[in-house]
């Protein structure tokens, strides 16, 4: 095994990708549960925090029996793009996507549930709908709680391994990521080249959680 930068970029990309999602979905879905009144919301909340708790190697078996071949969604993947999702680069980031949601969707909520409920009230008075009172007010207050949670997901999606491992597998140059490259080189004896990748996760996530603190100071 030789260095190479493909993991490194790989797992910024995959980060990346990972975390809009994370944010897009996340909001999305904090905000339908703090502004409605949602059946059954224990157990959608339970589902939402799973993924923090579950082995990564649950959630890998499941995103393969859900993008499998033998599956409808997997079917209709591969009917629409030719070809399977899984040991791809798309499956990487549904990993990291996965396990980053919890952590997105719980700070967004946060942020969300810390909003003056007067400054909401005096928005539904003037007649603002509730997709002009997230746009224009819910979200810039929780600006913060938003950051974090990006920041935080970001790392997580950045760090993941065990169902990146399961679904996109560990190819060099097509589906490798620092955590599956830092496997690799332990597995063929290359410590050298392990310790190169292990020094990058750390300073990075180092200054990324180091951004949350000082942010939270200030």
Request: no cysteine.
């Amino acid at each position: 095994m030789e260095w190479s930068w493909f993991p490194v970029q790989l797992s910024f990309f995959v980060a990346f990708i990972a975390t809009i999602l994370a944010l897009l979905i996340g909001t999305l879905t904090a905000h339908i549960m703090v502004t409605r009144k949602v059946k059954g919301r224990a157990v959608l909340e339970t589902i939402f925090f799973l993924p923090l708790v579950l082995p990564p190697t649950v959630i890998g078996f499941l995103l393969i029996i859900i993008f499998g071949k033998n599956s409808p969604v997997g079917e209709a993947v591969e009917w629409f793009t030719g070809r399977s999702v899984l040991f791809t680069a798309t499956a990487a980031i549904l990993a990291a996507a996965v396990v980053a949601f919890p952590l997105m969707y719980q700070s967004v909520k946060t942020g969300f549930l810390s909003v003056d409920q007067n400054i909401i009230g005096a928005a539904k008075v003037d007649g603002a709908t509730n997709w002009k009172m997230l746009l224009l007010i819910t979200l810039p207050l929780s600006y913060r709680a938003i950051i974090t949670g990006v920041i935080l997901s970001f790392t997580r999606a950045f760090g993941e391994f065990g169902a990146t491992l399961m679904v996109a597998g560990n190819i060099p140059e097509k589906t490798q990521t620092i955590p599956t490259a830092i496997y690799l080189a332990m597995e063929t004896g290359n410590t050298k080249i392990a310790w190169y990748y292990v020094i990058i996760s750390i300073l990075f996530s180092f200054i990324l959680l180091f951004s949350i603190n000082r942010m939270k100071e200030n």
